[in-house]
């Protein structure tokens, strides 16, 4: 299997444009997560999707943010419209039940 | 609600020393798992170890062991003998496992391991 796989490895945009992270987990996991990571936060779970389907959403910071799920092997993070302290690396992680999560490489993400 | 506290934010030690990072954790449920991560410098997240609440046995995997102790809620990593190598940034995390429930993992902040030359 190739792991966790996003896309893209870097993204350097502008402020105000719309952003989509995107993340391919690892086939037969059911559960998938959206982290961030920042220096001064640390490793942050944004949100979390069991069989696609949402459970928590709590982390996710403002409505700038939104994740989609359409199917099991495909997910989303859009930050629209993206602000220079969404600058931050998004990891997406998936797992099966009682096991361990596995990262993709991760996404950096620079809004100038 | 899950926790985890790993109160030592940053770690400097010399080649060949020994080192443990401090992991404690909080929840309310009897069964769930404990897992150790390793970030090097390039940045991935490597899995280094699942533990369950149910297996309190110390388990060693050759430079690396870890001490699980329920009684406490801590769940720690040491390195033997360091190398540069192990240079990196460990976190540690809990999922609950609620029956039938739904199991987010929630990760420390993490410690910043430098081993110096």
């Known amino acids: 299997d190739a792991g966790v796989i996003q896309s893209p490895r870097h993204e350097v945009t502008e402020m105000g444009q719309e952003v989509t992270l995107r993340c391919k987990p690892i086939s037969g996991h059911n559960s998938l997560f959206w982290y961030r990571q920042t220096m001064m936060r640390g490793l942050e779970l944004l949100i979390y999707?069991?069989?696609?389907?949402?459970?928590?959403d709590s982390g996710m910071p403002e409505d700038r943010f939104s994740a989609k799920m359409p199917n099991a092997s495909f997910s989303t993070l859009k930050i629209q419209p993206s602000e220079p302290r969404d600058s931050a690396v998004y990891f997406c992680?998936?797992?099966?039940?009682?096991?361990?999560?596995?990262f993709g490489q991760g996404t950096r993400l620079t809004v100038v | 609600a899950q926790k985890v506290t790993q109160a030592q934010t940053e770690i400097s030690v010399v080649e060949k020393e020994d080192v443990t990072l401090d992991c404690v954790y909080e929840?309310?449920?009897?069964?769930?798992?404990l897992f150790w991560y390793k970030q090097p410098p390039s940045g991935e997240l490597v899995f280094l170890i699942r533990?369950?609440?149910?297996?309190?046995q110390n388990e060693i995997s050759g430079r690396y062991s870890w001490n699980f102790q329920k009684s406490t809620s801590s769940f720690n990593f040491t390195i033997t003998a360091s190398q540069v190598v192990d240079s990196a940034v460990y976190f540690c995390a809990l999922s609950e496992s609620p029956s039938g429930g739904y199991q987010k993992v929630t990760f420390g902040t993490g410690t910043k391991l430098q081993v110096i030359p």
């Open positions: 999707f069991n069989n696609n389907v949402p459970i928590d």
């Open positions: 929840t309310r449920d009897t069964t769930y798992y």
């Open positions: 992680a998936s797992r099966l039940r009682d096991t361990e999560a596995f």
């Open positions: 533990r369950n609440s149910f297996d309190e």
